[in-house]
C-alpha cells in the first residue's frame, strides 16, 4: 500500500507528496472548499496511489475530485491526469491553451520525453492516458476557477513553458506557482530555476517573477516543493540565480562543460547556506545539471539564429 505524506500548507489547502524519487520531490495541492474538491497538479501516473492515499488521508475521496489545474503538461505535472479524470466523474481538467492538445493526444509529448529518458519512461513517469476533449477547460489569462466560495486565478506566467499557468488564490493570499516560482527544497535558503529544453525563455521568465512580486502573496506554493513564505526573498534569489545562469551559458558552447559549470557553481552556493550535504545531491536529482544546461544552450542557440535572421 502507497504510503500517505501529507501536510497542511493553509485552511482548506493540504499538500500531497507524490514521494517520485523519495520524499519532498513533487507536490500536488488539494484545495477543498464548499462542495468542491479541487487538485492543482495532477503529477506523474507512475505515483497515482500515493497521490490517491494522499488525498484519502486528507478526509476526501478521489472520486469526488471537481477540479484537475495543471500549470503546465511537463509530466512531473500533467502525466496522471487521464488516470485521474477516469477515476473522478465529475471533474474538469484545467489548462494553458497551448497545453491542452497534449493532453487530449500526448504521443508527440512522450516522443519527445523518451529521447531524453529512453527505457527509464514508465518507471519514471507511468502511462499516460489522453484525457477526453468534454473533459478539458483551457483558460484565459486572469480567468478565474471556482472552487467553492474560493476564486483561483489564472496568471499567465511563462519563462519555464510557454504555456505555463500560476494559480493565484487572491482572497487566501496564495499563489501555486508550477516552475515558474522555482525549486526550493527543504524550505533553504537556496532557490534553482529548473531550465530544461525545449521552451527557456529568461526575458519572459523574468517578466513572470515580477508578475509574481506583483500580487504580493503570502505564501508561494511551487510543485517542488512546498510551502514558502519569505516571498520577496525567495522571488529575489530566484532571479538573481536565473539571471546568472543565463549569463553563464553565454559563456558555453558545450552542454558538458556547462553543467559542471552551473555544479561548480550552485553546489558551492548551496553548501554555503545549509549543514546539509545531502542536499546536493537531492537538488541535482531534482533538476538534473545536464538537462539543465541543455535548455539553456538551446535558448542561445534560438538567440543566435533570431539575431542572424534580423
Not at 108 to 130: F, H, K, N, Q, V
Amino acid at each position: 500500500m502507497a504510503e500517505a505524506r501529507i501536510h497542511t500548507e493553509a485552511p482548506g489547502v493540504t499538500r500531497i507528496d507524490h514521494g517520485w524519487g523519495g520524499p519532498g520531490f513533487i507536490a500536488s495541492y488539494l484545495v477543498a472548499d464548499g462542495g468542491d474538491l479541487a487538485l492543482i497538479e495532477a503529477g506523474p501516473a507512475s505515483t497515482r496511489d500515493a497521490l490517491l492515499a494522499g488525498i484519502r488521508a486528507a478526509g476526501h475521496d478521489p472520486a469526488d475530485l471537481t477540479h484537475i489545474l495543471l500549470t503546465h503538461i511537463h509530466l512531473d505535472h500533467a502525466a496522471g491526469a487521464g488516470q485521474l479524470v477516469a477515476l473522478a466523474p465529475r471533474a474538469s481538467v484545467y489548462v494553458h491553451p497551448r497545453g491542452a492538445p497534449h493532453l487530449v493526444d500526448p504521443s508527440r509529448l512522450l516522443a519527445s520525453a523518451a529521447r531524453i529518458y529512453g527505457d527509464r519512461m514508465d518507471e519514471m513517469w507511468g502511462t499516460m492516458l489522453p484525457v477526453p476533449t468534454e473533459r478539458i477547460r483551457t483558460l484565459d489569462d486572469g480567468q478565474t476557477v471556482r472552487v467553492g466560495g474560493r476564486a483561483l486565478a489564472a496568471l499567465d506566467t511563462p519563462g519555464h513553458a510557454a504555456h505555463h499557468f500560476s494559480f493565484h488564490d487572491v482572497e487566501a493570499g496564495l499563489v501555486f506557482t508550477g516552475d515558474v516560482g522555482g525549486i526550493r527544497m527543504d524550505g533553504v535558503k537556496h532557490v534553482r530555476p529548473p531550465t530544461p529544453p525545449p521552451e527557456i525563455d529568461t526575458p519572459a521568465w523574468l517578466r513572470s517573477i515580477d508578475r509574481l512580486r506583483a500580487v504580493d502573496a503570502r505564501m508561494l506554493l511551487p510543485t517542488h516543493f512546498g510551502g514558502i513564505t519569505d516571498v520577496a526573498w525567495h522571488l529575489d534569489d530566484l532571479q538573481s540565480r536565473l539571471l546568472e545562469w543565463t549569463r553563464i551559458a553565454g559563456e558555453h558552447a558545450d552542454r558538458h562543460a556547462l553543467a559542471e559549470a552551473l555544479a561548480v557553481r550552485a553546489d558551492a552556493e548551496l553548501l554555503a547556506v545549509t549543514d546539509d550535504a545531502a542536499l546536493v545531491p537531492r537538488y541535482a536529482a531534482s533538476i538534473p545539471y545536464e538537462m539543465m544546461a541543455a535548455g539553456l544552450l538551446r535558448q542561445e542557440q534560438v538567440r543566435a539564429r533570431a539575431a542572424a535572421e534580423a
